[in-house]
T-cell receptor, first 113, second 112 residues
Framework: NAGVTQTPKFQVLKTGQSMTLQCAQD?????MYWYRQDPGMGLRLIYY???????DKGEVPNGYNVSRLNKREFSLRLESAAPSQTSVYFC????????????FGDGTRLSIL | KQEVTQIPAALSVPEGENLVLNCSFT??????LQWFRQDPGKGLTSLLL?????REQTSGRLNASLDKSSGRSTLYIAASQPGDSATYLC???????????FGSGTQLTVLP
């Protein structure tokens, strides 16, 4: 029962470096999401993919790009990392349609110096 | 824009006590209200989802209620245990594009 798997779990980058966060789910879910969690601010949606082949911006998309590689995988890319992007990043997935709970991975803790 | 607030930010209770966690939201046009649990260093685990047409949902010692007209939801935990210690988050689902709006959470500590 792997559920949602995120890699890596921890990463330290220097300002200006690029990086891709990986996410894969084995629950045959159509919808996938990327969130960031910052102290005192709750979780905020960065991008989501309602189904394979589609992606849309969430609340805080600036500085990020995403790729829905196939039904299982949804990656998040930081092209030029900035200290403001230091955060914990969570990937989630859900069945398509209304009233479907989201299932979360354990997160990637990213520090940008 | 939907805003979700959880008060208090932290709560400490002795084992065995019944407790209520609060969640308020500003826009009553929601599809559902979801409660999650987050353990330190881990992701979120879905606890309960209350659809807009429902008043409450129950799972074991957990009971969540929803009052859309007042913009409030509560999570009731009966007979609390140290294993219930975690951060509890609520999230409002507007139904469009599944863009959940999360509260900042209540950090619960149950003392043995």
């Amino acid at each position: 029962n792997a559920g949602v798997t995120q890699t890596p779990k921890f990463q330290v980058l220097k300002t200006g470096q690029s990086m891709t966060l990986q996410c894969a789910q084995d629950m045959n879910h159509n919808s996938m999401y990327w969130y960031r969690q910052d102290p005192g601010m709750g979780l905020r949606l960065i991008y989501y993919s309602a189904s394979e082949g589609t992606t849309d911006k969430g609340e805080v998309p600036n500085g990020y790009n995403v790729s829905r590689l196939n039904k299982r995988e949804f990656s998040l890319r930081l092209e030029s990392a900035a200290p403001s992007q230091t955060s914990v990043y969570f990937c989630a997935s859900s069945r398509q349609g209304a009233n479907q709970p989201q299932h979360f991975g354990d997160g990637t803790r990213l520090s940008i110096l | 824009k939907q805003e979700v607030t959880q008060i208090p930010a932290a709560l400490s209770v002795p084992e065995g006590e019944n407790l209520v966690l609060n969640c308020s939201f500003t826009d009553s046009a929601i599809y559902n209200l979801q409660w999650f649990r987050q353990d330190p260093g881990k992701g979120l685990t879905s606890l309960l989802l209350i659809q807009s047409s429902q008043r409450e949902q129950t799972s074991g010692r957990l009971n969540a209620s929803l009052d859309k007209s007042s913009g409030r939801s509560t999570l009731y935990i009966a007979a609390s245990q140290p294993g219930d210690s975690a951060t509890y988050l609520c999230a409002a689902d507007p139904g469009s594009a599944r863009q959940l709006t999360f509260g900042s959470g209540t950090q619960l500590t149950v003392l043995p």
